[in-house]
């Protein structure tokens, strides 16, 4: 069975450890938990795979900036010959308290632009994706400045261990369905 984990955030080193990325974290982390092949640079995006447990997990870290990661989305479905059904989105979420994980199997945008973009693209929201909390400690019209400045020292601490659980719920879905992996992942 092969997946596909579409891992979000914006590329440049100006981006590389901001809340925003939490998605590329993501993907980072299980690369290097799994010994993956270095990343390689393909049409609209960075991918590396991983196996496990008999699944393969194509790892994609979009090109396109956060705003327009449908199109990879679809290309990376299309060229890899999968349905949406077997896509997971990983993204950061401004509604969920630092670290928290809430993996879904379909529903709206939530005002992610990325998420946003890959539902206008493919025409539907009917994609799973796992959110993953960066809180929302930010003051009134700061979002953008928010969600761009990296993790605090205090997040710092706990980050390595948020990914860690970000990274097993990535392959829960994988080896449970999306059901079940929710009923793993969402607990309070």
Same mark, same amino acid.
């Given at each position: 069975?092969?997946?596909?984990?579409?891992?979000?955030?914006?590329? %440049?080193?100006?981006? #590389?450890? &901001?809340?925003?990325?939490?998605?590329?974290?993501v993907g980072d982390y299980?690369?290097?938990?799994?010994?993956? +092949?270095?990343? *390689?640079?393909?049409?609209?995006?960075? &991918?590396?795979?991983?196996?496990?447990?008999?699944?393969?997990?194509?790892?994609?870290?979009?090109?396109?900036?956060? $705003?327009?990661?449908?199109?990879?989305?679809?290309?990376?479905?299309? &060229?890899?010959?999968?349905?949406?059904?077997?896509?997971? /989105?990983?993204?950061?979420?401004?509604?969920?308290?630092?670290?928290?994980?809430?993996?879904? #199997?379909? %529903?709206?945008?939530? =005002? *992610?632009?990325?998420?946003?973009?890959? *539902?206008?693209?493919?025409?539907?929201?009917?994609? +799973?994706?796992?959110?993953?909390?960066?809180?929302?400690?930010?003051?009134?019209?700061? *979002?953008?400045?928010?969600?761009?400045?990296?993790?605090?020292?205090?997040?710092?601490?706990?980050?390595? %261990?948020?990914?860690?659980? #970000?990274?097993? #719920?990535?392959?829960?879905?994988?080896?449970? =369905?999306?059901?079940? +992996?929710? $009923?793993? /992942?969402?607990?309070?």
């Amino acid at each position: 069975m092969k997946f596909l984990v579409l891992c979000l955030g914006n590329i %440049g080193p100006e981006y #590389a450890d &901001t809340r925003h990325n939490v998605g590329f974290m993501v993907g980072d982390y299980l690369a290097r938990k799994h010994d993956a +092949a270095p990343w *390689q640079l393909g049409r609209h995006a960075f &991918t590396t795979e991983i196996k496990h447990k008999g699944h393969t997990y194509v790892l994609v870290k979009p090109t396109t900036y956060m $705003n327009l990661s449908g199109k990879a989305a679809a290309h990376w479905l299309s &060229t890899l010959k999968l349905t949406k059904e077997n896509m997971l /989105v990983v993204t950061d979420d401004l509604a969920l308290p630092f670290g928290k994980l809430r993996l879904k #199997a379909k %529903g709206s945008a939530g =005002g *992610q632009n990325g998420l946003k973009h890959i *539902q206008e693209t493919l025409g539907s929201d009917e994609y +799973a994706r796992l959110r993953f909390g960066i809180d929302s400690s930010f003051s009134k019209g700061r *979002q953008v400045d928010y969600v761009l400045s990296p993790f605090s020292a205090d997040e710092h601490i706990d980050l390595e %261990g948020r990914l860690e659980k #970000a990274a097993e #719920a990535v392959l829960a879905f994988g080896a449970l =369905g999306v059901e079940r +992996a929710m $009923n793993v /992942v969402n607990v309070k």
